[in-house]
């Protein structure tokens, strides 16, 4: 574990994103489609659930894409930061899209609908076949990479979650079990939400400058402090340039500072190495005036 913080964007996993995101896209038109022409509420809600997640892949394509573009004179951070706008967007957009759903499906509680058992059942069912078919994608990686054992995981839930589609178009076909359909309806509708939930915290975290949910800003504290000749360290801060790069300045106190810039240098890439802030500014101080440095008192004051 060296590398804890890091994401490198997958070469080998290309094909399994461009495959996930064309599958899904056709997917999804196919089951709004049928949900409508159906009037089954379930189909719609995971075809929500499904551009819910291309939604999640393209972002992850995105950033990979922004960070490769250069900063320019007025824009110095680059456009990384993109990247946590489109975010809390795509959050804001699903749960909007969670809360009609759940307002329609207690509306099918009050006033029945006859939804389509058979056509919900074949439409569920190459959901099944699909996201089953995308899990296979991310079979062999699952073990050695943690990202790729979370795309793999969630196409194996989203599999399960379509088969209980399948299983109640079943039951609304054969036993005309119409209320089924609200109900799964609103368990993916709970599932969307609770996902959402969480990206949508991480990214608002970001927006407003937070740490990075996996960095521990003790850690990075008690590892700056116990550098050779660092006596004392304020002015901390960590936050996110994008939703995959963090950024850091720190003031440290070395009354006898070093001679030339090895110890910075080392300093930059171990907190690239074992943190994953890319980018670090480090201001030495003697220390000969007492706390001269916050940010709310110049040094030259
Ligand atoms: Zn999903
Ligand atoms: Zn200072």
Known sequence: MNHPYHQHPKPDYNRAFAAGVALNLIFITVEAVY?????????????????????????????????????????????????????????????????????????????????????????????????????????????????????YLHMTADAAVSLGVVISGLMIWQFGLNWLDPLSSLLIAAVIFWSTWGLLRDSLNLAIDGVPRDLDPTLVREWLAQQPGVEDLHDLHIWPMSTTKTALTVHLLMPVPPVDDEFLHKLTQQLHEQFGISHATIQLERGQVDRVCTQSKNCAD
């Open 35 to 151: 949900g409508v022409l159906a009037s089954s509420l379930a189909l719609i809600t995971d075809a929500g659930h499904n551009l819910g997640d291309v939604m999640g892949l393209l972002l992850a394509w995105g950033a990979t894409y922004l960070a490769t573009k250069r900063p320019t004179l007025r824009r110095t951070y680059g456009y990384s930061r993109l990247t946590i706008l489109a975010s809390v967007t795509s959050g804001l957009l699903l749960l909007l899209a969670v809360t009609i759903i759940a307002w329609e499906a207690v509306n099918r509680f009050l006033e029945p609908v006859t939804p389509a058992g058979h056509t919900i059942m074949v439409v569920a069912g190459i959901g099944v076949i699909i996201n089953a078919f995308t899990a296979w994608f991310f079979v062999s990686g699952k073990d050695h990479d943690l990202n790729i054992r979370g795309a």
